[in-house]
Antibody, heavy 121, light 106 residues
Framework: EVQLVESGGDLVLPGGSLRLSCAASGFSFNNHWMKWVRQAPGRGLEWVANIKQDGSERFYVDSVKGRFTISRDNTQNSLFLQMNSLRAEDTAVYYC??????????????WGRGTLVTVSS | DIQMTQSPSSLSASVGDRVSITCRAS??????LAWYQQKPGKAPKSLIYRASTLQSGVPLRFSGSGFGTDFTLIISSLQPEDFATYYCQQYQTYPLTFGGGTKVEI
């Protein structure tokens, strides 16, 4: 079955750290751009970060630059998001999403179910 | 950053209605636009990419059109399972940005 399964969401104190994981199956993971997209409670969707197939290109929304790091392990078909210096405004459901194959990034054509990150004291 | 503005933010419709949702980009994105459907408590689902190309398995009652800055998602005959929130997203330029969403309800 083609799917993405996120894990690692938790309740964390402001200033704390968390590492999210996304396990991919059913498709050639190393052929695709991968992304993280988040959704704060009751709010819309916000793109967080992208990574190219070989990890050579990574892009971030300004609000997480210097705090979050996206990475991948193509041998394990896994995507990661290391989140440091967490703030209350980072509270959201974090979705792993698959981008297109090929040289250029594009839309999110497959989504995981999400994992909830809550930043609160 | 490219701002994506959807209208309306919500609409009421009945089964069988034709529904139209508009998405406007703050600058030219040619056809680098996608549409997503999200039901409460669920992950988004991809409907359309490149402004008008349906993802595999998406019913033909969904269609997308537009170029440049103005785009439209049309549901030709609303079905019970179509009541959801719809988002547009541009992928012309980083940061990738989404519209604020349109909630389609009864």
């Amino acid at each position: 079955e083609v799917q993405l399964v996120e894990s690692g969401g938790d309740l964390v104190l402001p200033g704390g750290s968390l590492r999210l994981s996304c396990a991919a199956s059913g498709f050639s993971f190393n052929n695709h751009w991968m992304k993280w997209v988040r959704q704060a409670p009751g709010r819309g969707l916000e793109w967080v970060a992208n990574i190219k197939q070989d990890g050579s290109e990574r892009f971030y929304v300004d609000s997480v630059k210097g705090r979050f790091t996206i990475s991948r392990d193509n041998t394990q078909n896994s995507l990661f998001l290391q989140m440091n210096s967490l703030r209350a405004e980072d509270t959201a459901v974090y979705y792993c999403a698959r981008g297109p194959p090929g040289e250029n990034d594009g839309d999110c054509n497959l989504w995981g179910r999400g994992t909830l990150v809550t930043v609160s004291s | 950053d490219i701002q994506m503005t959807q209208s309306p933010s919500s609409l009421s419709a009945s089964v069988g209605d034709r529904v139209s949702i508009t998405c406007r980009a703050s600058q030219d994105i040619t056809t680098w636009l996608a549409w997503y459907q999200q039901k409460p408590g669920k992950a988004p689902k991809s409907l359309i990419y490149r402004a008008s190309t349906l993802q595999s398995g998406v019913p033909l009652r969904f269609s997308g059109s537009g170029f440049g800055t103005d785009f439209t998602l049309i549901i030709s005959s609303l079905q019970p399972e179509d009541f959801a929130t719809y988002y547009c997203q541009q992928y012309q330029t980083y940061p990738l940005t989404f519209g604020g969403g349109t909630k389609v309800e009864i």
